[in-house]
């Protein structure tokens, strides 16, 4: 703009069509648009990814025990852990991501199941030996703490937000909010009548960087129907363009992408 001052772009949250992402209606939709919970962008990542250190707690925990995932999706990423583990259950609200789980386990000691997992949980106590959720639900550590053994493991792995270059150029777009902090999620969590011993969040920075300007504007339409995704293009495409050829680095345009890491024994 002529007179310096930042271009505000098409807010799409704004958008009668927007549906509120991780609400139930997003979820479903998500799964009836691309049938798994997978994101569509592309992108590279500067090491150590948040996601292994999540997977590394798990592994040297387990051994051969029995695994539950709360709020597992289509279960692509429990099913890593079956291959050595006793058990492994996955429980999600969403029918469509279950039957997928279900389809394409690899061993016969895997089960999905459809079970709000904010609910109480048909498991035994002391039946599990770990026991995660992986950006699902945040109202089970009560019933975890039942239904894994005392010592046993409990892990929440929850998306803090994306920073960085994605907040700092799309005003708009995305807007401005401050860093996170790892005391966030206990506030949230409320884990004072839990039952849990040790417990403890880390704030984990991940680098990523989005290939092109559509993965922008998708990483925004995550989830959203084809029609507000094809407004969105339409209203902010050529600007994202400009920004982005102007502020991307030779691996794509750098953003940080936040996760809070619960851990927690049961007692
Ligand atoms: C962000 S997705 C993550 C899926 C999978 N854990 C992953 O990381 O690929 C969150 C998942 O939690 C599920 N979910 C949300 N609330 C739930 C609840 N109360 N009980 C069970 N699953 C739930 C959603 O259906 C969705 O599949």
Redesign the pocket.
């Given at each position: 703009m002529s007179d310096g001052m930042e271009k505000i772009l098409f807010d799409p949250m704004n958008h009668p069509e927007w549906v509120e992402p991780?609400s139930?209606e997003w979820?479903e939709q998500l799964f009836q648009e691309v049938g798994e919970?997978?994101y569509p962008w592309k992108s590279q990542f500067d090491e150590e990814r948040a996601e292994k250190i999540f997977v590394d707690k798990i592994t040297t925990y387990l051994g051969n025990g029995r695994l539950l995932?709360?709020?597992?999706?289509?279960g692509?990423?429990a099913l890593q852990f079956s291959i050595n583990a006793r058990e492994v259950v996955g429980?999600?609200?969403?029918e469509g991501?279950i039957k997928t789980g279900n389809k394409n386990k690899l061993k016969e000691n895997t089960y999905f199941f459809v079970?709000?997992?904010?609910?109480n949980l048909p498991f035994l106590d002391n039946y599990f030996d770990v026991a995660y959720?992986?950006?699902?639900?945040r109202?089970?550590y009560h019933e975890g703490n039942r239904i894994v053994k005392p010592g046993g493991l409990i892990l929440g792995f929850y998306?803090a937000g994306s920073y960085g270059a994605l907040r700092e150029l799309f005003p708009g777009l995305y807007s401005p909010r401050p860093k996170p902090e790892p005391n966030d999620l206990l506030r949230e969590l409320k884990l004072d009548d839990s039952g849990l011993n040790d417990i403890k969040v880390e704030l984990l920075e991940e680098i990523e960087y989005l290939s092109t300007p559509e993965d922008v504007l998708l990483k925004k339409c995550f989830g959203q129907n084809k029609k507000l995704r094809e407004i969105v293009w339409k209203e902010c495409l050529q600007d994202v363009e400009g920004i982005f050829n102007k502020h991307a680095t030779s691996k794509g345009l750098k953003i940080i992408n936040y996760y809070h890491l619960l851990s927690a024994k049961a007692s």
């Open positions: 991780h139930l979820y919970y997978k995932d709360v709020g597992c999706g289509h692509e990423f429980i999600d609200t969403v991501f079970i709000d997992g904010n609910g959720t992986k950006k699902g639900p109202d089970w998306h």
